[in-house]
């Protein structure tokens, strides 16, 4: 079928002239950018003369009533020359040649050899878009027009072709929704853009006076219940041996043709406008908004809970107890219409004896013709106190499951209105293949979208929770996932408390994206929380973890900044593996500057020295370390990124975490980023001399008594005399193992009043204490027990020249 032959019916009476608009055949042209015709509708051949075989690759003002385009003595000429009529508005030949970036009308005299003038009427409409259609030329012959008294008379004289809003008349929506059906065979996407053209610049009228004017609306001819009826008497006559003249067999070939052409054209419309994206959210509206108005008036999408949440496939079939969340509802109806009686996000589940518990058990489509009062009733019967009756009686509905691999995730319910033509048996077939297409979509989604939440999972148990205080500093820390590479990466941060009241701070990058780069980044994270217990320098840290790097394998690749920070001396050590340097604010002044460290090689190159560097501090300072996704932007030098950093860190914060947000603000919104992010932020506090206590014990047992009343007298001076008796009582069991097991240096026993009351005792032993099973009467194992009762929190660690044992008790309120 040429969906170019179709019929223009003019709507409404003349007023003026008493005449009633009759049925006038349209001819339907269009003109490519070269100017020749791309489209000739069987309208344009029988007002033309031309066959449309004969009419395209044509240039157009050889065949369209250009005036003076075609003498009288041209051979080539359909019928023969055209005139301008009464000088009535710009000649097409104006639209033609580009000339006129607006829609034109205008009304030509065709003079015909052997025959009566014709007069045509004509529309002309440029079209701008990415397609190679530069104008849409509708003409019609005037003649078409009769006198209603009479039915066949003589042709209006006073007529003129016009331009109105489509809105301006009764059934406007009508016109929208039948005006592609004038237009040439093309994609659904083609059509689409060229009707909303037509409708923006001025639907086609006639005018009979000012005041009368009509508008010119797609007719088929034939309403389509009557096709289809008149189809089916064709077929049932066929099947009873009668056979179909050649005509209407052709026709009814047509028409089956150009349904199915139609639906594909649709169909394939519709997998171009949904799963744009892999947001389960995005792509549920997607999927609503791509069937509604074409293939229905109301869809409503249905889904799991467990699809919803982004988790697991669901298992099982779906029964009477299974909650269904409703996801999307789009609809033609009147704003609000039906916000109030099925709100989206609402969950419920149905019963066994409705349409829809049929589509979600069996898996097919369910096609209810129109929903009686009775059917009404009954699914009105789940909407708790919400009449819904009066939104879904008198209309056909279509239920279509969205399955992927023969699971049912949800379903959609389609609705048309009374008056529009019901769904059929095709409309079943289209709705299933739909449903099917926005499953997978659907599903790939959910996978997306479950994969996603269990690499944010994953990466949140690789990464530390660190404690905002640690002694003498303050910590904020953020983390941002990659946004175009994978969500999983290799940036991590930690900190880890070391002997002496001192913390080490470390921010790491390993190269690469995905559960491998993760996989690493766990394991040097690990590593270097290790090797840090042992209180290796930085450099020798980094050292090792180089070593470390290369026997996990040749590909571990990374860059790490480790910092250790003492708040007694007000000072910070440093190493550098091929990571960007930290920024340092002051607190005196806000001055912020990137640290001028030795950069070193990447950890797993092998093979290459570090260099330990010491900065001091003073309290309040600042020390911002991040991993180059915060600042790397692709085409950008990365020294701009380091510049807004410096700018960013030094602006004054109320907060710590408001200190980060400031930065992650500063250059995350600056665009390009795809890598993870990993920043964290140390203000330096130190502590003050006067809270830090000190003494050398010697290795003699009397020494032991010595270490109980300094601590005593220590303890009354802070104003801790609560503390006296449980720190008393554990530092003569420390000191006393110390005594019994160092060697020749001194022992080191230390107080540092901060958040808490640290106690730290030093010896030459590399041997850590461990807690025994002791028995009633053993004679040793007892001490660490105590100290394990009586402390907030203990633990040992490695040092250089021995060990450190260590205690802390929380601080009486004041």
């Given amino acids: ?98 000339r006129l970036s607006y829609p034109a009308a205008g009304r030509a005299r065709l003079s015909a050899p052997d025959s009566a003038r014709i007069d045509v009427l004509w529309w002309a409409y440029p079209l701008v878009g990415p397609g190679p259609e ?46 592609p059906e004038i237009l040439p065979s093309m994609s659904v996407g083609e059509s689409a853009r060229i009707v909303s053209q037509v409708l923006e610049l001025g639907y086609p009228v006639l005018e009979f006076s000012q005041n009368d004017r009509v508008p010119v609306t797609p007719d088929w001819g034939v309403p389509r219940r009557a096709e289809r009826k008149a189809r089916q008497e064709r077929a049932a006559a066929a099947a009873a041996g009668a056979p179909l003249p050649q005509g209407e067999a052709d026709e009814v070939e047509n028409l089956e043709y150009a349904a199915v052409r139609e639906r594909l054209e649709f169909l394939n419309e519709v997998s171009g406008r949904i799963g744009t994206s892999l947001d389960l959210s995005r792509t549920i509206v997607e999927v609503s908004r791509a069937v509604v108005p074409r293939f229905t008036d109301v869809a409503g999408t249905y889904l799991r809970e467990q699809v919803v949440a982004g988790e697991g496939f669901p298992e099982g079939v779906p029964d009477t107890t299974t909650m269904w969340h409703r996801v999307a509802l789009e609809h033609t109806d009147e704003p609000g219409r039906w916000d109030d009686v099925v709100p989206v996000g609402e969950a419920m589940p149905f019963p066994a004896h409705t349409p ?165 980044m766990g394991q040097l994270r690990t590593a270097v929380q290790t090797m840090a217990a042992l209180d290796l320098p930085p450099a020798q840290l980094l050292r090792n973890l180089d070593d470390l790097a290369q026997r996990l394998g040749e590909h571990y690749l990374a860059t790490c900044l480790y910092a250790v920070y003492d708040p007694i001396k007000s000072e910070l050590q440093m190493a550098n593996a091929g990571h960007i340097p930290p920024v340092l604010v002051r607190a005196e002044g806000g001055r912020s500057d990137l640290l001028d460290l030795p950069t070193g090689a990447p950890i797993g190159v092998g093979g290459v020295p ?18 180059d996704g915060l600042v790397e932007v692709r085409g950008e030098d990365i020294g701009v990124g380091l510049a807004t950093l410096c700018e960013s860190a030094a602006h004054p914060a109320a907060s710590m975490d408001d200190a980060c947000d400031t930065i992650i603000r500063a250059l995350n919104t600056r665009g390009g980023r795809k890598d993870d992010v990993a920043l964290l932020m140390a203000r330096l506090n130190g502590i003050e001399p006067e809270d830090v206590a000190r003494w050398r014990i010697g290795h003699d047992r009397t020494e032991v008594g010595r270490a109980r009343a300094a601590v005593r007298e220590q303890l009354h001076a802070w104003g801790l005399n609560s503390l006296v008796d449980p720190t008393e009582l554990m530092v003569s069991e420390l000191v006393t193992n110390a005594v019994r097991h160092s060697h020749s240096r001194p022992i080191e026993l230390r107080l540092v009043r901060g958040e808490t009351l640290l106690c730290e005792v030093d010896d030459d032993d590399h041997t850590l204490p461990t807690l025994l099973s002791v028995r009633r009467l053993d004679e040793f194992g007892r001490g660490m027990h105590v100290v394990s009762t009586l402390a907030r929190e203990w633990g040992t660690s490695r040092t250089s020249s021995g060990k450190t044992v260590w205690f802390e008790l929380t601080l009486p309120r004041r």
């Fill in 610 to 627: 570090f260099e330990s560097v010491r900065v001091q501090v003073a309290p309040g300072d600042r020390l911002v370390m991040c991993t």
């Fill in 356 to 520: 829809f518990f049929q589509c979600m058990t069996t898996g097919d489509p369910v096609l209810v013709p129109r929903i009686s009062e009775q059917m009404g009733h009954m699914i009105a019967a789940q909407f708790e106190k919400r009449d819904i009756r009066p939104l879904i009686t008198g209309r056909s509905m279509l239920v279509v499951p969205l399955k992927a691999r023969n699971v049912v995730l949800g379903f959609m319910i389609l609705l048309r209105h009374p008056e529009r033509v019901e769904f059929n048996d095709m409309d079943r077939v289209t709705g299933a293949e739909l449903a099917a297409r926005a499953g997978l979509v659907l599903d790939n989604a959910r996978m997306y979208t479950y994969q996603e939440s269990v690499a944010d999972t994953l990466q949140d148990s690789m990464l530390p929770h660190i404690a905002p205080r640690m002694a003498g500093c303050d910590i904020a820390t953020r983390y941002l996932p990659g946004t175009l590479l994978g969500r999983v990466g290799g940036d991590w941060f930690d900190s880890v408390k070391l002997p002496g009241s001192r913390t080490a701070l470390v921010v790491g990058d390993v190269m690469g994206h995905g559960l491998n780069s993760a996989a690493m």
């Fill in 1 to 98: 079928m040429d969906r170019g032959t179709e019929m223009g019916t003019a709507h409404g009476r003349a007023g003026g002239n008493g005449v009633a608009a009759g049925r006038i055949p349209l001819a339907v042209v269009v003109v490519d950018r070269e100017g020749l015709v791309s489209h000739w509708s069987r309208g344009a051949r029988r007002l033309f003369g031309a066959a449309r075989d004969e009419a395209v690759g044509r240039p157009a003002v050889d065949l369209l009533p250009v005036s003076g385009a075609l003498p009288d003595d041209d051979e080539t000429a359909p019928y023969g020359a055209y005139s301008a009529y009464d000088g009535l508005g710009p000649d097409l030949e104006s639209s033609l040649d580009g």
């Fill in 134 to 179: 530069r104008l849409l030329v509708l003409a019609a012959d005037a003649a078409g027009l009769r006198h209603e008294d009479t039915g066949a008379g003589p042709a209006v004289e006073r007529i003129a072709p016009g331009f109105a809003l489509h809105t301006d008349f009764p059934g406007a929506e009508e016109l929208a929704r039948r005006l």
